[in-house]
């Protein structure tokens, strides 16, 4: 070969992903014996060498404070574990570092100054326009659970749009035309979630949409809904939450206002987060795979480092429907 083979060209020519040439090639126990033995044969046919690659790579990992706050510590919890098994497997440090959802991003190029990585991910945080010039030319930034809309960066998240489109159209599948959606923090994961449940909406006759946002004086939106729909000023038999927090404080509003879930009311959540299974009737919602989420961010580093000129690339996880009791025919 004219040039040294990359893990790309092992990739290839043993007819596996780049993310398991990296595990085969960092004796990782998740690739059996006999095919991390083949692969490293084949690098070494093929006049693999590391140069100081993947084996030894350290990336740094920026996570959102969102992570502190109640019922997100599971979600980035999970993607977390997902992203720490999957770059052990694939001989890769992380150097992980919490950050205010809202931070300066000079911080990223200190950081990149001070100790050098060979990457670096966002979780839950969105990037700036001018980000990519706070990093050194080429250095890979892979953004978790958050899109870029320049289509400037390697990302992954769950397929927000489809998912929300799926939940919205369980309340329709049940009969219901009237359906409220409960909006949070406005970043693209959760505007691909409203756009997907609108979709839905347009798609069925006779189907109306109301939107209340909940991001700021949540209890207070909440309460005057409930309110309203007391009152009989309110049309929607069916809420869709943009998350399962939304989803539970919505519930408990409710039957603290008298009215029963889903005799009055059908709500669908977001997520699968544990309280989903927590609350009575057990809340319907969609499950994120937060640990996949994770680990295709690794894979994603991996496939960078292993060709730095591959077209960039979007990765959406499936989002599956959960059964529960908070979806009921209408009557």
Known sequence: ????????????????????????????????????????????????????????????????????????????????????????????????????????????????????????????????????????????????????????????????????????????????????HLRDQVRWTTLHRQRGFESAIARTEGATAEIIDIRDHADAAIAEAVRRKLAGAATWTAVFAVHDNAAIRFIHAMQQAGLKVPEDVSVVGFDNLPPAAMVTPRLATMQVDCAALGRQAIELLQRRLADPAAAIIQVECRVAPVAGGTIAPLS
């Open 1 to 180: 070969m004219d040039r040294s083979a990359n893990q790309q060209d092992v990739a290839r020519a043993a007819g596996v992903s780049v993310s398991t040439v990296s595990r085969a090639l960092a004796n990782s126990r998740s690739i059996s014996a006999e095919l991390r033995s083949h692969i490293q044969q084949l690098a070494a046919d093929l006049g693999y060498r590391a140069r100081g690659g993947m084996e030894t790579v350290s990336a740094r990992v920026y996570v959102t404070g969102n992570v502190m706050s109640g019922g997100l510590v599971s979600f980035y919890g999970a993607v977390m574990d997902g992203m720490s098994e999957a770059a052990r497997e694939g001989g890769i440090t992380l150097d992980v570092r919490l950050v205010p959802p809202v931070f300066d991003t000079e911080k990223l190029r200190r950081d990149a100054e001070d100790t050098p990585t060979g990457g670096t991910f966002l979780v839950g945080l969105d990037p700036t326009p001018g980000i990519a010039e706070l990093l050194p030319a080429g250095h890979p930034l892979i953004l978790v659970n958050g899109f870029d809309p320049e289509m400037r960066f390697d990302c992954v998240g769950p397929n927000n749009f489809f998912g929300a489109a799926s939940a919205t159209q369980r309340l329709l599948a049940a009969g219901h035309r009237h359906i409220l």
